[in-house]
């Protein structure tokens, strides 16, 4: 007969098992399945003993990953959402550095000023930018960059 504990463990590691995970998403799901929070605290526990959850290596690694088409402002709210501390949040994205914002920027807006031929406004690339969470301090720095380079108006 298997314990709650074993069976809330055996769902955190089917969880993990899947994608990497904050610790309050585990938290939330197992709460969700019904287990009790004694028991959640103790899965929890064992995962972070083990080395399985890390808010702040779930985070740098979600940066990466996310930064090729969302800008920090974005990226951030997405990692508040899933219950990572901003302290935490701040922390790897000054890690990650404003400059690998801007090369992800400047990437996004030459994609979409090729594909619209060269004929894209200012304010259209800058909305664009915007929508995907890019500072404005940077989203004037690639308009600003590419202005000249490829015709906007």
Do not use: P
């Amino acid at each position: 007969m298997e314990t709650e504990l074993e069976r809330a463990k055996t769902a955190a590691y089917r969880l993990l098992s899947c994608r990497r995970r904050t610790k309050h998403e585990i938290e939330q799901r197992l709460e969700q399945k019904g287990f009790s929070r004694d028991i959640t605290v103790q899965v929890l526990t064992v995962l972070a003993d083990y080395g399985y959850i890390n808010d702040r290596e779930f985070a740098c690694f979600w940066i990466e990953q996310r930064l090729a088409k969302k800008g920090f402002r974005l990226i951030k709210q997405e990692l508040l959402v899933k219950g990572v501390e901003a302290e935490i949040i701040g922390e790897c994205l000054a890690a990650a550095g404003e400059e690998a914002e801007y090369t992800a920027a400047m990437q996004q807006a030459l994609k979409k000023v090729e594909s619209s031929s060269g004929n894209y406004s200012f304010t259209r690339l800058a909305g664009f930018l915007e929508r995907r969470g890019f500072s404005y301090d940077t989203i004037g720095r690639v308009c600003r960059d590419i202005s000249g380079k490829a015709g906007l108006a």
